[in-house]
């Protein structure tokens, strides 16, 4: 049964949950209105909606059909965002996760503090202040809310690691394990490198023991492999696809040294350029998102190539609140004094650990703008990080968990005693002050001096708009555009300078005691007001909400393009991964990108052009380079693309039919006008004849499989694909042994006939009827995981015109089956190790002691 000091553990956890729900409810309040759902860059509602009816076998493997030829994808894995989605759906996941992910993440902070023994309201505001952090809640407002569940769910690794106590340490320290294997099933790379600080922190505690050091390192060691093997356990099925999908196989993934200092400049273009450490305090300094208006436009350096000063990505923000930041200063200068710390000597050791943490990682997130990342990209596999900037994820923890030692050596010196001299709070500050410690002395003057270098910044700041503007116009920021981006840049320096007046006034007034004694709760409303009044004003730019039914209204163009998607394919772009268009209007790449990345998810039709692929697969890539132009006036080979991947329908401008008809399919001019729209009727559905169907029986094939290696024969095939005498429409190139075709095999196909009776991302049948031996060539993506039967005997999957997928099949009616089926062992062990840690949590919370 619960022990007494569960139930009050209990109770106060359940209030505070109640308190920070509430407060994410305020902010998020648009989420209740019918229509409204956030925005999401990098999960939107119609990818949501994408994938829904078939969600539940992607726990066995994900394969996603809407964009370029099929790919194989991260599988649903077990965890708190993959859980949330199938309880409520995609339009109340579009809504309500991303404070659902916030509040886990408060209350894994919360935890953290708690077992800290730190007092109920100081758990309750280092909460908040981890949930308002603009990190984590940026990441989530942008589209990644399993950001801050990956960070919430470190917060509960600390928790299990923090307590000093020796009572059932070892289920803690596995408990801890599972945690943080949670942390990595939700946010890959980033849980990885939160588990080395994981790690530093097992040691760290470890060598504050008593004992000799050899001795206490050994045990430092031993509890980091047992984190380390319950973390792989549970997030065995996240690491299995996550090697499977976004490692082996993939474009810059070897780890030589050439490649890596090839992939450098890829590597590192998301770092944090030290000046831009001022975000940290100053929010909007440098823009918010790339779209905030009035001039809060992102106009710093992240996210720039080197010799492109103009391009520039912000997704998300670095800032940690000015009164968090100020608290935890406070803390490092407390945790440095010699005598009459607020701390004891373990919490001023672990506070240093801390304040190493926060430097170490502000350091790493500087990526190419500082030498120590330099180090850490030449470790195995960490080259792989496109984003030097996530190492603020730690930094932000570290100063929240400083500001949560903070408010309690404040509680512990001024509030927790009553120190009030007189009922006047001029009164009471002079008193203090006549008897005030040196510390706080200095602490004050300090303050002040910092308050009055601020303001005379600004006012330098305020002075310098014609330089400012100057600067922007060469960053890319023309006229009325960059005047008002100067304009809110300075407010924001303004805002600044107010939130440092109001923080380093609350602390005063509780250094001073005149919110000691009765008037205690007054810190905590006073402290908890600023965090609130400062984090609304920096986190209102990220949050954007839009009427999904209308953003995802159908036209008559989806209309046509959604009647039976698995029939052909649409592109707009020349190349899918390039931003080229057949279009001279600026508006219609803006427009398009709207429709690939929302409107032809949610109707699911099938496209070409690829929305991102930041990690190419080498397979992928080959293919692509093989079909790129020679010449600028030679773009046949794009003609071959789309006849190959089955893009029957292309977008544009309805004037460039003649220059398709001219340069891409000069010969046979198979592209016409299906259908016009558009204002004046400018834009073009154009149809493309020449395109393959999806499915198409060969009575002609040819093996390319008796070179030295398949490297070779593999450029063999994309040689002959990229051919122009080459008719793909009567020969299919095979790159698996296969008896030659009979020679006088008949290409009378009358009688022959292949109809899809069922498509869905991962099984597809087909109803085939041929006289003779034939190729069923199936012109989605090959991937060794597809498994094939004919009337339910398995038979081999055969790679086609390098590829795709066929099948070879004797004459007669049958029925075919195409299944994706790769390995799923390590979900298993990750559903064992969650039941696991569950338990553990049960035999913690019940237990007596």
Avoid at 168 to 179: D, N
Wanted: proline fraction near 6%; aromatic fraction near 12%.
């Amino acid at each position: 049964m619960k022990s007494p000091g569960t139930r009050s553990a209990l109770r106060e956890f359940l209030i505070a949950c109640a308190w920070l729900a509430g407060i994410l409810a305020l902010i998020f309040h648009r989420s209740f209105e019918a229509d409204q759902v956030l925005f999401s860059n990098d999960g939107p509602l119609g990818l949501l909606v994408a994938y829904s009816d078939v969600a539940t076998s992607f726990f066995k493997g994900a394969w996603h059909t809407l964009n370029w030829i099929g790919i194989k994808q991260p599988s649903a894995l077990p965890n708190a965002t993959v859980g949330a989605y199938f309880l409520w759906g995609p339009v109340a996941h579009a809504k309500f996760f991303t404070p659902l992910a916030l509040l886990i993440l408060g209350m894994g902070a919360w935890t953290f503090f708690r077992q800290l023994r730190f007092h109920p309201a100081v758990c309750t505001l280092g909460a908040l202040a981890a949930v308002l952090n603009t990190g984590p809640f940026s990441y989530a407002c942008w589209g990644l809310p399993s950001l801050p569940v990956t960070v919430g769910a470190t917060f509960f690794a600390f928790a299990a690691l923090a307590s000093e106590s020796q009572t059932k340490l070892w289920l803690r320290i596995a408990l801890a394990g599972f945690a943080l294997g949670m942390a990595i099933m939700e946010g890959y790379d980033t849980g990885a490198f939160f588990s080395l600080y994981v790690a530093a922190f097992v040691i760290f505690k470890a060598l504050t023991e008593p004992g000799p050091t050899g001795r206490k390192l050994g045990i430092g060691v031993t509890r980091v492999a047992v984190v380390a093997i319950c973390a792989a356990l549970l997030s065995a099925a996240a690491l299995s696809t996550l090697i499977g999908t976004q490692i082996k196989g993939i474009v810059g993934t070897q780890q030589d040294a050439k490649t890596k200092e090839q992939r450098w400049d890829e590597a590192t273009q998301w770092s944090l350029p030290k000046t831009e450490t001022l975000r940290v305090v100053i929010p909007g300094l440098f823009g918010y998102r790339m779209d905030t208006p009035e001039g809060g436009n992102y106009w710093g350096a992240v996210g720039q190539s080197p010799g492109h000063p103009t391009t520039r990505h912000s997704g998300s923000g670095v800032y940690c609140g000015v009164l968090v930041v100020l608290v935890a200063i406070w803390t490092l200068a407390q945790a440095g004094r010699k005598s009459g710390a607020a701390f004891s000597d373990l919490e001023r050791r672990l506070i240093w650990f801390w304040g190493g943490v926060a430097l170490v990682s502000l350091l790493l997130a500087y990526g190419r703008h500082a030498p120590l990342y330099q180090f850490f990209y030449k470790l195995p596999y960490f080259s792989t990080i496109r984003n030097p900037i996530k190492f603020m994820h730690p930094l932000s923890v570290a100063l929240v968990v400083l500001f949560g030692y903070g408010l309690q050596g404040l509680y512990r010196q001024y509030l927790g005693r009553n120190l009030l001299k007189t009922s006047s709070l001029i009164g009471q500050l002079k008193s203090w002050w006549a008897v005030a410690a040196p510390f706080e002395r200095q602490w004050t003057t300090a303050t002040a001096v910092t308050l009055g270098v601020s303001a005379l910044g600004f006012l330098l700041y305020l002075s310098s708009q014609t330089e400012l503007r100057r600067h922007l116009e060469t960053a890319g920021f023309p006229g009325e555009l960059g005047a008002a981006i100067a304009r809110f840049s300075v407010s924001e320096v303004a805002w600044f300078v107010l939130f440092l007046a109001l923080s380093a006034g609350a602390v005063i007034l509780i250094m001073s005691g005149a919110l000691s004694g009765p008037r205690v709760k007054w810190a905590g409303i006073v402290l908890g007001a600023v965090l609130l009044t400062d984090f609304s004003h920096a986190n209102a730019p990220w949050i954007v909400y839009y009427n999904y039914k209308e953003r995802y209204a159908t036209n008559p163009i989806l209309d046509i393009l959604r009647d039976k998607p698995h029939e052909h394919r649409v592109a707009a772009r020349l190349l899918p991964m390039q931003g080229m268009y057949l279009t001279s209007d600026e508006s219609w790449p803006e427009i398009y990108q709207v429709w690939l990345e929302h409107l032809f998810q949610y109707y699911r039709i099938q496209s070409l052009d690829i929305i991102q692929m930041p990690r190419t697969p080498e397979f992928d890539n080959n293919f692509l380079k093989s079909m790129v132009p020679k010449s600028p006036t030679n773009l046949v080979s794009i003609g071959r693309l789309w006849q190959l991947t089955n893009t029957r329908y292309i977008l544009g401008m309805r004037p460039f039919l003649d220059l398709m008809n001219q340069q891409i399919d000069p010969v046979e001019k198979r592209f016409r006008v299906h259908t016009v729209f558009g204002s004046s009727n400018q834009f073009a559905l154009f149809e493309y004849g020449a395109a393959l169907p999806r499915a198409k029986l060969y009575s002609q094939w040819e093996a390319v499989t008796n070179t030295a290696t398949v490297a070779n024969s593999d450029q063999i095939v994309l040689q002959r694909l990229a051919d122009p005498a080459f008719d793909p429409a009567q020969l299919v190139l095979m790159s698996d042994p296969l008896p030659a075709a009979p020679a006088n095999a008949s290409t009378n196909q009358t009688q022959e006939t292949v109809t899809i009776t069922h498509y869905e991302p991962k099984r597809i049948t087909l109803k085939t009827e041929a006289a003779a031996p034939r190729v069923l060539l199936l012109n989605d993506r090959y991937d060794p995981d597809w498994k094939v039967t004919v009337n339910g005997e398995p038979q081999p999957l055969l790679r086609c015109n390098y590829i795709m997928r066929g099948v070879y099949l004797p004459g007669g009616t049958h029925t075919v089956e195409f299944r994706y089926d790769p390995p799923a062992g390590t979900l298993y062990v990750s559903l064992a190790a969650i039941v696991a840690g569950l338990a553990i949590c049960g035999v913690l919370m019940f237990s007596k002691t």
